[in-house]
């Protein structure tokens, strides 16, 4: 199946630890953050990914297409899809499911850095952007958050 031709890709969110879904979780991490955009490998990884809940996005034929990541404090991070699979809600769906998993943990708000120009998408899913914008691992963002009812 070609995801291209599909507006809204067919996928599966799996929420686990790190032990469960670290090789895909950083598989898509890796090819975006690291390949894509040239962030040192070093500073990709770190010691929050032990304590999140992982989010990973599988495709119809099983392969990781996207992942993110919900801290204990209520900071969503690094969220990344594929190249081949956005423009397809991979990311919405993603973000929902870490939404949803931060309501279910009790939080009243969800923080996160929001890559500059994705600010957009995270407006549409209710987030609003709070300050300036700085410079993290080379590349603009904005600090956005969202009130849970």
Known sequence: MDMSTNKQATV??????WDRLREDAYSVRHEVFVVEQKVPPEIELDDDDAVSVHAVAYGPDGTPIGTGRLLPDGHIGR???HKRARGMGVGGQLLD?????????GHRMLVLHAQTH???FYKAHGFTVEGEEF??????HVVMTRVLK
């Open 118 to 120: 994705a600010a957009g």
């Open 12 to 17: 599966h969110i799996a929420l686990g630890t």
């Open 97 to 105: 499911a870490l939404i949803e998993q931060g309501h279910g943990d």
């Open 79 to 81: 969220m990344a899809v």
């Open 135 to 140: 410079v993290e691992a080379g590349i603009p």
